[in-house]
């Protein structure tokens, strides 16, 4: 199957009455951003899934994430991508208006109806999958991928229970809330995973499926971090449980390293300039059992999960060479036909029966990515964050995500995240060993790029904490452009004023739109940028201005762009 090129194959209806749907009242599951409930088609009797989208903040319009889902799916047509088939609208009736005076109306994605999802299938101690079965999945589940990442298009939350698999033995990937375009070089055969061309927000993937990149921090990723996914999703189905249930970020690493091994500059190359090893270096050096762990696997298989396990990002397989991997081709059993494969009870029956049982494991939250919520595009890295830029999951103000956020089985939603009103956000933008350990330190390396480690010298940079971006001096060598993203949001209350400014001159565009009284200095230089403000001439003045303005039309323009 090609990359979504061809409009025609889109399949894409256009929107329709919810009235012509017969809701369920059994609610298959519900996640950040919407609510997902069994309907029936009136006009043709088919059962479909119908996902809510759910609007928290009515003033900050229809959410991103959802945006992007349904701009994402819209697009797509691969047997192992969930097919959006339309969008459903229900009108609000004349008095029931929203906050914002006008008429509101609910929006829903409708999806076919899926039987299970992997995640609800593998605790369910009634189905026993066999390893033929196993590989099926694992080909539809890397067909479904190798399909996306041509497509220029990352998934960024891979996991078990975005796996949705019918009774026909059709597997699909879902839940695009967290996807976006890719910029940089698709994967190649025998080469890896691409290259990225630019940086991205770290904070994606749920933290159990988190690759050790995105952990340390890197932000120029590729889609070798959907393939970690993956990894980890092959082992869970012959353990039936999460393989790395990290408690916390640190943790997560920990857990990876005792698996896979600790980094080095031979596993992974160029990991000591990632900024958030720093904490890492120093634990005890680990040989990795997973040779021992998942033996029974047999060599082939083993051979497969280390190269998607592969700490280097640039060396783990992709997914068109996974699928030629000779677990799949040489050793036996063969992998089994979805249509062989046998049916099961409806997971999400079974789900709602055993609510309230506490039977399945409750999964950290997945991150809400960049800009849930305000505009369409996350803060790509370039200048500064654009207000209502989401910090895993916590919003600009500091507030952590709504309440019912982990799926929806009767379990308490995840603790770390819901009782953390006000503080960072587990896994924030800060690297795993600085959580809860004030500001980040002054950064003494240059952050390196995804495929040319390991980079230039390192440079000092000098004062500490707080983003910054400008030219450094290097000894012996021109200045090199510094960016550092190490904005760190209050988390508090305070107004946005208060907030710690930035010396960046990238993001005096960024201060001029939230806080129009900014006058590009800290509160406590604010006279002395005043006094130099009039000290100016009215020419430079108005250059200045202009330059300001185009600058930020420049990266409104790019915002919109992605
Ligand atoms: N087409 C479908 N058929 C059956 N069940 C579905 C379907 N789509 C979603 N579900 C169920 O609803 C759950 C939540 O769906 P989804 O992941 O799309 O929601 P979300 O709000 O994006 O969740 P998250 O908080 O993980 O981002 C899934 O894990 C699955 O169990």
Redesign the pocket.
């Known amino acids: 199957m090609s990359a979504i090129t061809d409009p025609t194959q889109r399949r894409f209806r256009g929107s329709a009455k919810i009235t012509d749907y017969e809701l369920q009242r059994e609610k298959?599951?519900?996640?950040?951003?919407?609510?997902?409930s069994?309907a029936r088609s009136k006009k043709t009797g088919a059962t479909?899934?119908l996902?809510k989208i759910?609007m928290h903040n009515e003033k900050d319009g229809f959410p991103i994430?959802a945006l992007r889902?349904v701009k994402l799916l819209k697009m797509l047509s691969h047997p192992n991508i969930?097919k959006l088939e339309e969008m459903a609208v229900e009108r609000q009736s004349a008095d029931d208006k929203g906050k914002t005076g006008k008429k509101r109306a609910t929006l829903y994605?409708v999806?076919?109806?899926?039987?299970?999802?992997l995640?609800?299938m593998l605790t369910n101690p009634d189905i026993k999958l066999s390893e033929g079965q196993i590989k099926c999945y694992m080909l539809q589940l890397l067909e479904g991928l190798r399909y996306l990442h041509d497509s220029h298009i990352l998934h960024r939350?891979m996991?078990a229970?975005?796996i949705?698999i019918s009774n026909k033995g059709i597997l699909?990937i879902?839940?695009?809330?967290?996807a976006r375009h890719y910029d940089g070089l698709t994967p190649i055969a025998g080469r890896g995973n691409g290259e990225a061309v630019r940086d991205y927000t770290s904070l994606v993937v749920?933290r159990w499926y988190r690759p050790p990149e995105l952990l340390l921090t890197l932000r120029r990723y590729t889609p070798a971090i959907d393939m970690w996914g993956v990894g980890c999703v092959f082992a869970e189905m012959f353990e039936r449980k999460p393989i790395l249930e990290g408690r916390t970020d640190v943790d997560q690493c920990h857990r990876i390293f005792q698996l896979v091994g600790s980094p080095n500059d031979q596993n992974m190359p160029g990991w000591s300039d990632l900024q958030g090893c720093e904490g890492t270096n120093t634990w005890e050096k680990k040989r990795g059992d997973i040779d021992t762990r998942f033996k029974r696997i047999g060599p082939e298989g083993l051979d497969l999960l280390k190269s998607l396990l592969r700490l280097d990002w640039r060396k783990r397989v992709n997914a068109m060479d996974a699928l030629q991997h000779p677990y799949f081709t040489v050793a036996q059993p063969p992998p089994s036909k979805p249509e062989d494969l046998p049916t099961y009870a409806d997971?999400?029956e079974l789900?709602s029966r055993r609510r309230g049982h506490e039977k399945q494991r409750a999964?950290p939250?997945?991150p809400?990515g960049g800009t849930v919520g305000m505009g369409p595009d996350e803060w790509n890295g370039q200048g500064p964050p654009p207000s209502g830029h989401w910090q895993n999951g916590f919003d600009s103000r500091g507030m952590p995500p709504q309440s019912g956020?982990?799926?929806?089985r009767g379990l308490p939603p995840h603790r770390g995240y819901e009782d953390r009103r006000g503080a960072p956000p587990p896994g924030g933008r800060r690297p795993a060993w600085q959580q809860g350990q004030g500001p980040p330190p002054p950064t003494t390396r240059p952050l390196p790029s995804s495929n040319n480690l390991p980079p230039r010298p390192p440079v000092e940079i000098p004062g500490g904490g707080g983003g910054r971006s400008g030219p450094v001096p290097t000894r012996g060598g021109p200045p090199v452009v510094e960016r550092v993203d190490t904005y760190i949001p209050s988390y508090s209350s305070a107004k946005p004023r208060d907030r710690p400014l930035v010396r960046d001159r990238d993001r005096e565009g960024y201060r001029e739109r939230e806080y129009p009284n900014y006058d590009g200095a800290p509160p406590g230089d604010r006279d002395r940028a005043q006094r130099r403000t009039r000290s100016r001439s009215p020419v430079d003045r108005r250059r200045e201005d202009d330059a300001r303005r185009a600058r930020l039309q420049d990266r409104e323009r790019e915002m919109y762009r992605r």
């Open positions: 298959l599951g519900e996640g950040t951003f919407g609510v997902v069994k479909f899934a996902k759910l994430t889902e969930l994605m999806t076919p109806y899926m039987d299970h999802d995640s609800g939350d996991k229970a975005n949705l699909q879902a839940d695009f809330g967290l749920t997971s999400h789900d999964l939250p997945a809400k956020f982990s799926r929806d």
